[in-house]
């Protein structure tokens, strides 16, 4: 596979009511491989674009070059008959219908109707010359296209680590800086002189100028929410709120479960903590603590693990029971385990003329969803792919079921470096609660080899009601330096003269001699990370995510440019002696500008 391509397959499937089989391939880019251009005025905005959503004035698509023009980005899956479009899809179906809102644009598929009947492909070509007409034929394709993408597991983990690493956006540096120093100079344009307020007041007004220590005298601080299930107090929470637990191999992530109000905590009787599906590697270490209970989770990886396994979900359920009552309180979590980046690429498997293994690299338990997507079901073979993929195969692989009701329809991929698929339609008559067995047979020149696994036939999930959050003149600018805290440098006392914590947004060093002011900014506050993940959770797009974390950084760094230039001008004015601010009501003061902020962007659409 190109080093451009994060993902190139191809997957046979067969329609319902027996008008045929279809080939689909998928093709995702990896990310910034395409020149940027210009969009002109005859370019239409992406099909996804919600309202909010801030578009770039280049297109950096990865799949750019490869769509048509002018409509850049609305066919990004086209059907062939004999190699010509006959139809196509925008990019809408990859967010609307896969729910895959970060691959829509490095996502390609083609989509190849020959293997379809004559008589199917007439019905299909009774539109226009350019569409298909949307009749039965055309619902049993598109239906099945949709069953095979929706559940493949490549396309989950492309997306899973796209959201992994957009939980992870940082301040872009250059950004920041420039809307500091336009905040600050809008500032300026308040006043003509070398200082402020009743001191020297200005020749001029500025629309909008914003007084020093405004944000503190008329904000207050705002008790966070939850996400969980709706009941009386008291409810259980986690701390930090995140809606998504990721977790890379042999790294550990702490955080605390405790309830609202705090003063129940008491009359706690019994928590039960679990994981649906269970997961043997995932540690999850318990320390009861005054008002709650910290967890620390560790997934162990194993040295027999395969890549294919990845990522791996499971459903952390915390159920507590409280003196006097006689309902629950559940909190639930979604955990994902990805593979760690740092970690070097497997070795190439050994493919040998004669093979002497088969076996299923996908996490198991299998589930098979009533009425859900296609399960695809990893295998692993050391034969040389050529034995099965040549006009003349020597081997072949044969899929057999044992079902106590119906027998799902079953396809292989072809094997590729010695990977292939297993697909499984969730056939209709298959009921909640059935187990079904699978065996997998590659049969050669007098040897069989055999792997067999077992699927569980569940309900598909249904909602359920939640609790959530609403988403609802001075001197001249001295030179400063803006330096960005990660939890790597919280042991440095550069935080007001002591250590930093999850708390603390930021901080200022006075300009000495030897450095200019220098402004810190804590990247991982507890507040700032539950928003971030918050805003991957509701599938906001990248660019919107990256505008509201530097718009936060940016009036964070502000403020407390704003808090030095009031420390100097109390300290320069003999009768404001006993007014200059002393660290630990600088501390307060930012922390409350932070939770406004956060809290501001959360209520607003436009953030």
């Known amino acids: 596979m190109p080093t451009s391509m994060q993902l190139d397959k191809s997957v046979s499937s067969e329609l319902t009511e027996g008008y045929g089989t279809i080939t689909i391939r998928v093709v995702v880019m990896g990310k910034g491989l395409a020149p940027a251009k210009a969009l002109g005025d005859a370019d239409a905005p992406p099909a996804d674009a919600s309202p909010e959503e801030a578009l770039p004035d280049t297109d950096k698509r990865p799949i750019a070059t490869f769509l048509e023009e002018p409509k850049r980005g609305r066919q990004c899956c086209v059907f062939l008959i004999n190699g010509q479009r006959q139809h196509a899809w925008d990019n809408q179906f990859i967010v609307r219908d896969l729910d895959f809102k970060y691959l829509r644009n490095r996502m390609l598929v083609v989509v190849d109707c020959d293997g379809l009947k004559p008589d199917a492909i007439a019905r299909l070509m009774q539109g226009s010359r350019f569409q298909f007409l949307e009749g039965s034929v055309y619902a049993a394709l598109e239906s099945r296209v949709l069953a095979t993408l929706t559940g493949d597991p490549d396309l989950h983990r492309l997306e899973e680590e796209a959201e992994e690493d957009i939980s992870s956006l940082q301040a872009g540096d250059e950004a920041v800086k420039a809307t500091l120093d336009q905040l600050i100079e809008a500032h300026h344009d308040a006043a003509l002189n070398a200082a402020q307020g009743h001191v020297e007041a200005g020749e001029t007004t500025h629309d909008g100028a914003v007084l020093a220590g405004s944000l503190m005298q008329s904000q207050t601080a705002v008790q966070d929410g939850h996400v969980g299930e709706a009941a009386i107090d008291p409810v259980l929470l986690l701390q930090p709120d995140v809606t998504t637990v990721r977790l890379q191999p042999d790294d550990s992530r702490r955080m605390e479960i405790h309830c609202r109000p705090n003063s129940m905590w008491n009359d706690l009787e019994s928590m039960l903590l679990t994981f ?47 003196k006097g009552l006689a309902d629950s309180r559940i909190l639930e979590r979604r955990i994902v385990i990805n593979r760690s980046k740092k970690k070097p690429p497997p ?49 072949a692989f044969q899929v057999l079921c044992e079902s106590p009701s119906v027998d799902p329809a079953t396809f292989l991929t072809r094997p590729v470096s010695g990977r292939f698929e297993l697909l499984i339609q969730a056939a209709p008559g298959l009921k909640p609660g059935e187990q079904l067995k699978f065996t997998v047979d590659a049969v050669g020149p007098g040897k069989i080899l055999t792997t067999a696994f077992l699927a569980d036939v569940v309900e598909p999930l249904l909602p359920r009601k939640l609790s959530q959050k609403l988403a609802g003149g001075a001197q001249r600018r001295p030179p400063y330096a803006l330096i960005y805290v990660t939890k790597e440098n919280w042991g440095t006392e550069t935080c007001w003269g002591a250590l930093w914590n999850s708390q603390d947004p930021g901080s200022f060093d006075p300009p000495s001699a030897k450095s200019p002011l220098t402004i810190f900014i804590n990247t991982e506050t507890d507040m700032l990370t539950s928003y971030r ?6 599938k906001y797009a990248e660019t919107t995510i990256q505008q509201r974390i530097n718009r936060y950084t940016a009036h964070v760094a502000f403020h407390l440019y704003q808090m030095y230039l009031k420390k100097v001008e109390a300290e320069n004015d003999t009768l404001e002696e006993s007014r200059i601010p002393i660290d630990e009501l600088m501390r307060d003061e930012i922390k409350r500008v932070a939770v406004t902020l956060i809290k501001l962007m959360e209520v607003t659409q436009s953030g």
């Not at 649906?276 to 027999?304: C, H, M, N, W, Y």
């Not at 993940?533 to 509701?538: A, G, I, R």
């Open 276 to 322: 649906d599906p269970p997961v043997k590697e995932l540690q999850a270490s318990r320390t009861s603590q005054l008002i709650g209970e910290e967890v620390v989770l560790k997934f162990e990886e194993p040295d027999s693990i395969d890549e294919d396994e990845y990522p791996i979900e499971t459903t952390m359920q915390a159920i507590a029971r409280f």
């Open 347 to 395: 070795r190439p498997i050994v493919l040998k003329p004669d093979p002497t293994k088969l076996k299923i690299t996908s996490r198991q338990p299998i589930k098979i969803v009533v009425g859900g997507p296609d399960v695809h079901v990893k295998l692993l073979w050391d034969g040389l792919d050529e034995l099965v993929n040549s006009a003349t195969p020597e081997w």
């Open 533 to 538: 993940d918050s805003l991957v959770s509701k």
